[in-house]
């Protein structure tokens, strides 16, 4: 098994422009998350889904959207970025209430 | 709502010198705690979780970690520090809907 992985790995953008970060899993888990991580701040959660087909907002859900089209796969949007939104993002999955996340390796993510 | 604090943000140990790192929280209900490691570049990796039983916890790499009702806490320790130990630490605490809340953070260096 994989576990959780990401693409990509490194972006650069310049501010205004767009991209889609994806996260998929091979664990078939139920429950996945985006969360970003700032230096002092720990993890945040941006969005998160509890099923396919399902998206719910996290703590920090402002500039972002997310989709779960598929069960292993939760894909999250950046429809215009903003120097606010350089930060590293990691995504994470669980099977249920009693399970732990499992956790991508994360996308390292700058906005000029 | 929930919420992790972590008091200290560095904490330097020398190499075979004992650890602790503090973690207290706020939930309503009965926790799920977690603590994950995140070495310099990579994911978050678990450590140990409390979901209840013993309030003394085991987990991998030689850590532990105790819930204390009463101080509303969920310190980590581990006796003899290695060099492969210096990393960032981050305690969790789980709430409704399986999403995590986390701590800011304790970034341990480890003097040889």
Known sequence: NAGVTQTPKFRVLKTGQSMTLLCAQDMNHEYMYWYRQDPGMGLRLIHYSVGEGTTAKGEVPDGYNVSRLKKQNFLLGLESAAPSQTSVYFCASTGGSTDTQYFGPGTRLTVL | ?112
């Open chain 2, 1 to 112: 709502a929930q919420s992790v604090t972590q008091p200290d943000i560095h904490i330097t140990v020398s190499e075979g010198a004992s650890l602790e790192l503090r973690c207290n929280y706020s939930y309503g209900a009965t926790p799920y705690l977690f603590w994950y490691v995140q070495s310099p570049g990579q994911g978050l990796q678990l450590l140990l979780k409390y979901f209840s039983g013993d309030t003394l916890v085991q987990g991998i790499k030689g850590f532990e970690a105790e819930f204390k009702r009463s101080q509303s806490s969920f310190n980590l320790r581990k006796p003899s520090v290695h060099w492969s130990d210096a990393a960032e630490y981050f305690c969790a605490v789980k709430a409704a809907g399986n999403k995590l809340t986390f701590g800011g953070g304790t970034r341990v260096l480890v003097k040889p």
